[in-house]
């Protein structure tokens, strides 16, 4: 019997989180520590087919969300895939079922720091147990149990999306029948668990976080947030974007100010980022999903061998990455591509040429999406699902 | 699916030499014509290893699993016996350890199908003999300055390595320019001679 409640979320005065479904069972987490209740917001798109054999699921990054394809209840901004997502897309909603639901820990709709604790009526701040990708992927499990969908085609994100796509591979390998980790890696460097610090000390270091006690005390920690944003979303670029879109133009004047305010186009853009993130997006959960970020190593969960992780898969993976990602670089890509290879793993690997850096898989990048599809039409032709033909 | 009805003639011969839905793995596969062949037409679980990234993204877009890897340095991840073939056409005169690769072909796959141009060939005897510079050929169509070619070699050097790595020639065909097989085998003493090229079925002794 499943006693999983679904319902369709809108916190009172809040804004619509779409769908949601409270899990009947608590999680347990790789903490070892139990959390209940567990409340998952998703968002689907297109049909299930009959033989239920058609669901793809999109994990989403660090600051994503389920509105892969339509409009973000808060920003009004259109789904951040939807240039790949939709009718006669890559990822095409007339012959897929598109699941994306929003991150344990996260904070549109999902159960994390940001929401009530029933237990104590108050919002859970840093009581919060600190989750991990595996968490996230257990409890994505579930919301697929709900669904009714044993075996899910396609696995497939960016970034924290590609980790969870990875650990889904690796955790449930019967349950996927093809993975697409796009500009990710198998864990967190030394250099990407620094960055995550600088945001995590930027958010604690504003007086208003308030000991990620703000929700309670009616605060938020908007300086603190906005300086984490700033410098992750420096990450996310490329030297060469940043100097063509910015250079080392000024920002609606003629002369320098000789001052602190915001001289340079780049600064501006990088304010802009701040200050438009924070009103989206919660303290807490940036610190949580961080940590579960920095946390994440497969190489771990192969016992120190990360071809050990992958042994026996049957998941069919296409690795992406972009060129000018110096986050998650395609050094990393390949480390994953040899320990796939090493245990006769049915695996393609392309390094999309991009300036964009590591943003270039949420934007239009032709030869992405050719190599996205190709691979699609190559899986679903194995997997018997009408798609579009392999081989054009 | 559609599929290329004609490949490559060397190519065909590799089709041809395959068993139906075996493993088999393509070293410096382009762009996978061979790969979506041996699919379409054999059902073979194909994988590809390519150097250029161009002929990757061609090739992953066709649906094929194809890798972007250097072979003298990533045929080391493979699993030993992990493929019933593994193919290198027209490349192992390109590698820096022509020695150390077949080693790796033949550790990954029962059988190892080797193509190569020979140096051997009259016409190239012939140019360097009277001419007195580097042959430049059909099969070996680049100036010395700007060849791939680093480890060239002739059918008789090849068949010598094979015995001293005892390495057990299965097959073989002697090809002419265009890579049509000329009717002897390449083991064959005059095909030293009179084969701008050869291919090879081997197995481990």
């Known amino acids: ?392 | 699916m559609t599929a290329p009805q004609n490949i490559r003639v060397d190519l065909q011969h590799v089709a041809d030499l395959v068993v139906p839905k075996s493993r088999l793995l393509d070293v410096g596969c382009g762009d996978g014509a061979l790969l979506a062949y041996l699919k379409i037409f054999k059902q073979v679980d194909g994988r590809g290893l390519e150097l250029s990234m161009s002929r990757v993204r061609a090739a992953v877009s066709q649906g094929l699993p194809v890798i972007q890897g250097n072979l003298e340095t990533d045929l080391a991840d493979y699993p030993t016996g992990a493929f019933d073939y593994v193919v290198l056409s027209q490349t192992l005169q390109a590698t820096h350890n022509p020695r150390l690769v077949l080693e790796e072909l033949l550790r990954i796959g029962t059988r190892a199908i080797v193509s190569f141009p020979n140096f051997g060939y009259w016409r190239v005897r012939l140019s360097l003999l009277f001419g007195g510079r580097m042959p430049v050929t059909g099969v070996l169509a680049n100036p010395w300055f700007d060849t791939p070619n680093i480890h060239l070699c002739t059918i008789s050097d090849f068949i010598a390595l094979a015995r001293a790595m005892d390495i057990k020639i299965e097959q073989s065909f002697a090809l002419d320019s265009m890579g049509r097989r000329q009717g002897f085998e390449a083991t064959e003493s005059k095909a030293n001679l009179l084969s701008e090229q050869a291919l090879f079925v081997l197995t481990r002794a």
């Open chain 1, 1 to 392: 019997m499943n006693l999983d409640k679904t319902q369709q979320s809108q916190p009172e005065g809040g804004p619509a989180y779409g769908k949601s479904l409270t899990l009947a069972e608590p999680l347990t987490l790789q903490s070892g520590v139990t959390l209940s209740p567990v409340t998952l917001a998703y968002e689907t798109y297109g049909t299930l087919n009959a033989d239920r054999s058609n669901c793809v699921l999109v994990c989403h990054a660090l600051t994503g969300d389920h509105f892969v394809a339509s409009a973000h209840p808060i920003t009004k901004n259109p789904g951040w895939w939807i240039d790949l997502v939709g009718p006669g897309k890559v990822i095409d909603t007339d012959k897929f079922f598109v699941v994306c639901s929003n991150v344990l820990g996260g904070c549109m709709g999902s159960t994390g720091p940001k929401e009530i604790n029933p237990a104590t009526g108050k919002p859970w701040g840093l009581t919060f147990p600190v989750i991990t990708i595996r968490d996230m992927v257990q409890a994505q499990a579930r919301l697929l149990d709900h669904l009714g969908i044993a075996s899910v085609f396609c696995v497939l994100g960016g970034s924290m999306g590609a980790m969870q796509a990875l650990e889904w591979a690796v955790r449930f390998p019967h349950r996927v029948f093809s993975a697409i980790p796009i500009a990710g890696s198998y864990r967190h460097s030394a250099q990407n668990i620094a960055f995550h610090e600088v945001g995590r000390q930027a958010i604690m270091a504003d007086p208003d976080w308030s000991h990620g006690n703000y929700l309670a005390e009616g605060k938020k920690p908007k300086r603190g947030l906005a300086v984490a944003r700033m410098a992750a979303h420096i990450t996310y670029l490329s030297e060469v974007a940043l100097h063509n879109k910015f250079g080392r133009r000024l920002q609606n004047r003629d002369a320098l100010t000789y001052g602190f305010e915001a001289d340079f186009q780049v600064e501006s853009y990088l304010r802009h980022q701040g200050s438009t993130f924070v009103e989206r997006f919660d303290a807490n959960s940036y610190l949580y999903i961080t940590r579960a970020l920095d946390y994440f190593d497969l190489q771990a969960e192969g016992g120190g061998v990360l071809a050990e992780a992958f042994r026996g898969t049957p998941v069919r993976f296409c690795v992406i990455s972009f060129s000018s990602d110096w986050l998650y670089p395609t050094s990393e890509s390949k480390t994953i591509v040899h320990a796939l290879n090493a245990v006769a793993a049915n695996v393609s690997f392309v390094e999309v040429a991009s300036q964009q850096g590591h943003d270039a898989f949420l934007l239009d990048e032709p030869e992405f999406h050719q190599t996205m599809e190709g691979f699609l039409a190559g899986a679903a032709e194995a997997r018997g699902i009408a798609y579009r033909p392999a081989n054009r």
